[in-house]
């Protein structure tokens, strides 16, 4: 016996709709609709605003700060430029020492270089000047 009502149902699988529409999809369509909310009277942007959220999923002030936050056009990467501190030499120590401790994170490999350093250097995988 099934006790699910239709309603239930129903809201089950525009859940799980909403769970495959990807990011870019998503904002993709804020685009789209931003403009439109943006300049369109009170019941205008109630209108588009229930239909962004049943579509997107987004709660309704999470949905009304991004469309009136959107700005038309995708969203680019900020490229930032890092100057490098150390040269490749250093660089190639550095992953010859983080391969010896199976990749561990930086956090924990750097306290195994005053014991790890010394043994690299006599088995002659690593020569440090």
Known sequence: MNNVTEGQRSSEVERKVRQKMIFSSRRELLCRIAARYQMGDRKERTTTLDEFTATVGYARKYAIRQLNQAKNGPRLPVQRSRNRWYGPDVEEALLVLWKAANFICAKRLIPFF????????????????
């Open 114 to 129: 005053p014991e790890l350093i010394p043994v690299i250097e006599r088995h002659g995988y690593l020569s440090l000047s």
